[in-house]
């Protein structure tokens, strides 16, 4: 498995350039936090349509299928798996439900009762109701009598509730939303781009003596510094299919053994490849953040960057009017 195409984890996706590459990093961020923070005290329809929005993005950005097939076939497939998993899991609960259908008691009480109403409203338009006799109420209500079921579906011991229903889609829906959002954000903005976002939003703290400059500037190495490192898992992973080990012979003892001398060799490729490049960064001339800054790129608003933003404004108007949780 190519873990560089499997996993989109800190990978930025150059060509085709997509109408989502060209907004400015500071309106992708501040929707991706809606994303992420949307979903909190949501109601179930409303995380749906969130995953379906999520999807309508994806299908109208001009991305390509190669691209997100494998991505988000897979969290789709995950998701649906813990939907299933936590549709049939126990709610919680711990009550046995009553059923709002009428006894075979409860339905003979209801008869009476209309057969007393119909009797008092008769007597009361022949006026042979007595002056101090008062109607009295039926026993049972029948408006209550509904098609209200809070378990839908019971086989074995396999029981599914509304409640279930509506945990397993809260937690499948803020799955996928969580994971999709952050890397549809991944793949459409290149790291220099958000570091230059986040040093532009913090810039305000720098009056409280934060060091917003070396913030910036460690993330961007530490965003450069990801496919460093799935590149050396990939290599490592593809060294030991070759030797074809027999894992059969080796037994639990050994495949440790021989997983322990890989994750040793890991981490010192890793700190090889970060001296490299603290040599490379040296030998640049490169003293401090202040003092040796270099500008990717120039961030400025556009007319749809302002469309984005007036988009993020009706999203949360939709989510506090309709989406909030009853």
Not at 85 to 113: F, H, I, K, W, Y
Not at 214 to 230: N, Q
Request: hydrophobic share 45%; aromatic share 10%; proline share 5%.
């Amino acid at each position: 498995m190519d873990l560089l195409r499997s996993l989109p984890i800190g990978l930025y996706l150059e060509q085709p350039i997509a109408w989502l590459h060209r907004l400015d990093p500071r309106v992708k961020l501040a929707w991706l936090l809606s994303f992420l923070a949307a979903p909190i005290m949501a109601n179930s329809l409303y995380r749906v349509s969130l995953v379906i929005l999520l999807i309508l993005i994806t299908l109208t950005a001009g991305i390509p299928w190669r691209v997100w097939r494998q991505q988000m076939g897979w969290l789709l497939t995950l998701s649906f798996f813990v939907l299933i998993l936590g549709a049939v899991s126990p709610d919680g609960l711990g009550v046995d439900p009553q059923p709002r259908l009428p006894t075979a008691e409860q339905g003979e009480m209801l008869v009476l009762g209309n057969e007393f109403d119909a009797g008092a409203g008769s007597r009361e338009q022949r006026g042979q109701g007595e002056p101090g006799e008062q109607r009295q109420p039926s026993t049972v209500n029948r408006q209550s009598t509904t098609n209200y079921q809070y378990v839908l579906f019971q086989y074995w011991i396999i029981t599914v509730t509304r409640r279930s229903v509506e945990l397993a889609l809260r937690l499948s829906t803020s799955l996928f939303t969580l994971i999709y959002s952050t890397n549809l954000y991944l793949l459409t903005t290149a790291p220099e781009e958000i570091t230059a976002g986040l040093e532009s939003l913090m810039l305000p703290l720098r009056r409280f003596k934060l060091p917003v400059t070396e913030i910036a500037l460690t993330l961007t190495l530490s965003l450069r510094f990801i496919p460093l490192v799935m590149e050396e898992v990939q290599n490592l992973i593809r060294s030991v299919r070759t030797r074809a080990i027999n894992w059969k012979k080796l037994g639990i003892k050994g495949a440790l053994r021989v997983w322990m001398v890989v994750a040793e060799r890991l981490l010192e490729n890793l700190l090889l490849r970060a001296e490299q490049m603290a040599k490379a960064m040296t030998v640049r001339g490169f003293t401090t953040p202040n003092t040796h800054r270099v500008q990717w790129h120039q961030l400025r608003f556009t007319t749809r960057d302002w469309i984005a933003l007036v988009c993020l404004v009706a999203f949360w108007g939709i989510r506090l009017t309709w989406g909030n949780e009853v």
